[in-house]
């Protein structure tokens, strides 16, 4: 494995008010979505997913996204990004004036008709055509595609390497701007996840630009870790450890903010994030899902008195 970069500022992409949310049957009042935000923003944190344009009738509990991406463009330096399953999608997401776009890819044939009903060449397709709309709306969205079970399915098992870069290099030709590798359902293993971040960095270069990991089997942080050594720099994360995916039964969530927040911490890289204004938000959020499980495993002990806050 290549030796890390130096050090630089890392990038923690709160997904809690899309990815935490949409796992959650109860729909949160916006005004707490509202009160999230900022406190994320408060705390930091300068890239948040605020939600998703899908239909209001599949996923309720994110129907005001279109008001909460209003909300946090007025919030100096944040830029609020938004997932899109397809063209229509995006179309809201570039009217609304979000900055970042993602549309979810699945390396996994099996996933991708499971949750998208396309194959994965025919969410590409639909990539391709994202990229032109932006273009010709004259939009500056940021376009971004999340290539889900990258390291491997539920449903499908285990998910060819091959099969992950060769869509990354699709991406690529697509004209997308980023692209992120995810663990959806948490299989991957840190030295796995090096290799393939590493080989995917040779096909794209700075456009693999994200990683996004669950704590499923407890390998979560470790696997953000590897990443980081393989030279990426922005996380997905999500408060409280919320979040999961509908075809990964006993998924425990995304890996949580103020553990990645921690885990920098602790070897002295700078993330610009306030543990303890986390830590606070942490015990907010829980009171706005009662009855949710939350997950992480700093909000148990605190810092140790090694590390500054």
């Known amino acids: 494995m290549r030796a890390a970069k130096t050090p630089i500022d890392i990038v923690v992409s709160e ?9 959650v049957a109860r729909t949160m009042a916006t005004g707490h979505k509202k009160a999230w935000i900022d406190a994320l923003h408060a705390a930091g944190l300068r890239e948040i997913e605020v939600g998703s344009f899908v239909p ?3 996923m309720p509990q994110l129907a005001d996204t279109a008001e909460l991406v209003a909300f946090a463009k007025t919030l100096p330096g944040l830029l609020p990004s938004v997932l899109v399953p397809n063209l229509k999608g995006a179309e809201r997401a570039i009217d609304s004036g979000a900055h970042a776009m993602l549309l979810p890819l699945s390396a996994s044939h099996a996933h991708s008709l499971a949750n998208l009903r396309k194959t994965p060449d025919e969410v ?3 990539l391709r055509r994202i990229v032109d709309l932006r273009d010709a709306k004259g939009s500056h969205c940021l ?12 449903i499908q098992g285990r998910v060819e390497p091959a099969e992950v870069l060769r869509l990354v ?3 690529v030709d697509a004209g997308v701007d980023r692209i992120g590798l995810a663990d959806t359902v948490g299989y991957a293993d840190p030295l796995q996840v090096g290799t393939l971040f590493e080989q995917g960095i040779e096909v794209a270069g700075d456009k693999l630009s994200c990683a996004h990991f669950h704590d499923t089997r407890g390998l979560g942080l470790a696997n953000v870790f590897a990443a980081w050594q393989a030279g990426m720099r922005r996380f997905d994360a999500c408060t ?14 995304n890996v949580a903010t103020e553990d ?12 610009g994030l306030n543990f303890n204004a986390l830590m606070a938000l942490r015990e907010r959020v829980a009171s706005w899902v009662e009855g949710e499980p939350l997950h992480g495993a700093i909000w148990r002990a605190g810092l140790p008195r090694t590390v500054a806050a």
């Open 15 to 23: 997904v809690g008010p899309r990815d935490g949310l949409q796992s």
């Open 143 to 154: 376009v971004e595609v999340g290539i889900s079970t990258a390291f491997g399915c539920t």
């Open 260 to 271: 990645v927040a921690y885990l920098f911490a602790s070897v002295g890289v700078p993330t």
């Open 56 to 58: 209001p009738k599949l």
């Open 124 to 126: 590409v397709a639909e």
């Open 240 to 253: 409280g450890g919320l979040g999961g995916c509908p075809h990964a039964p006993g998924a425990s969530g």
């Open 169 to 171: 290099r699709a991406a």
